[in-house]
């Protein structure tokens, strides 16, 4: 067994802000139409992408097209908000959970994301959720869409279980909604309008180069919202990083492995980079919204994999271990 001091992940991050090449490739796309009676097949496509590409799209994903629908219209709505509104529902050291605005400042870049967030962690909501006056139906909704989420992301677990050889519920059972201790998010982003940029703000990224902490992202996307890009994990350590477009396809659900999980399954499941660049000429510079849930084991979860390859730890710490490396802060 050995422990990564510094961490590995956080070397991978670590010197790629800059803009390397831009490749094509072809990002899987899997149908998770009639789970029960195919598992075994999904589970072949979901292994063979996550050990290779480490990113994939889903279709067929049974979340629904309204609710993904009302869940990007609440979201808009609470970011039209004025700021002295959203200042009410701060996120807090600690908490992963709240509003923030140009907080995150990646290694890789140096320089503040320029967008602006707001955390859905269930057990830390207390007085974070706007009013009905503010923004009518917003909870209902969020609740509604964490939900659905949480129970893709566990089908998608289960497989990656399957070959892994842990019990059918292994990764549900370390995601438990119902425990205090749960520590999954779902993310509402909002990228800043480029309309009356200054040309120097182009040099900056939207989200700089990062991998995720967790053990599974599941990003929801808009039509005409462009920018995110991927570098596969086996390209990572290339000096000139070759990135590829993901294409924001309407109610696809685009998925990538995270470090949680890369560790988790020993390193057979590989986490990637990834970014939100800037607009290119000739594309809209209006706002971009998406929205991310983070699976990632419940805090008291021990994390070890099959073959022991790490020292094991719990998910809270890992999580902690990973904020405090990144950015100098807890959650």
């Not at 803009?19 to 496509?45: C, H, Q, W």
């Not at 939900?147 to 549900?172: G, I, Q, Y």
Request: net charge negative; charged share 25%.
């Amino acid at each position: 067994m050995s422990e990564d001091i510094p961490l590995v992940e956080l070397q991978k991050e670590q010197g790629f802000g800059g803009y390397g090449v831009e490749i094509n490739r072809e990002i899987p796309l899997i149908d998770m139409s009639a789970f029960a009676s195919r598992k075994p097949e999904i589970t072949e496509s979901l292994w063979a992408a996550a050990t290779d590409i480490g990113f994939f799209q889903l279709t067929n994903h049974g979340i629904p097209t309204d609710l993904i629908d009302e869940a990007f219209h609440a979201s808009a709505d609470f970011f039209a908000l004025p700021s002295e509104t959203k200042e009410q529902y701060p996120l807090k050291p600690g908490t992963n959970a709240g509003w923030e605005y140009k907080s995150q400042i990646r290694p890789s870049t140096g320089t503040a994301d320029q967008k602006e967030s707001y955390q859905i962690t269930l057990p830390r909501m207390s007085k974070l959720w706007p009013s009905g006056q503010e923004t009518p139906g917003f909870k209902a909704t969020m609740l509604a869409f964490e939900r659905h989420n949480w129970a893709l992301a566990m089908k998608v677990l289960s497989c990656f279980a399957d070959r892994l050889e842990f019990a059918p519920d292994f990764f549900t059972d370390g995601h438990d909604p119902m425990s205090p201790e749960y520590q999954s998010t779902l993310r509402l982003i909002h990228y800043l309008a480029m309309e009356d940029a200054k040309p120097e703000d182009f040099s900056f990224w939207r989200a700089g180069a990062h991998t995720d902490f967790d053990c599974l992202t599941l990003l929801h996307q808009r039509a005409g919202q462009g920018g995110l890009q991927l570098c596969p994990g086996k390209d990572a350590s290339s000096n000139d990083l070759a990135w590829t477009d993901v294409p924001p396809i309407e109610g696809v659900v685009t998925c990538n492995i995270g470090d949680m999980l890369m560790r988790w399954s020993d390193d057979r499941l590989l986490s990637n980079l990834h970014r939100v660049r800037m607009p290119k000429s000739g594309e809209p510079l209006g706002a971009r919204y998406s929205i991310a849930f983070f699976a990632q084991a419940n805090k008291d979860i021990i994390l070890q994999g099959p073959d022991r390859k790490y020292d094991a730890m719990t998910a809270h710490d890992y999580i902690q271990m990973r904020l405090g490396a990144n950015f100098g802060t807890k959650r």
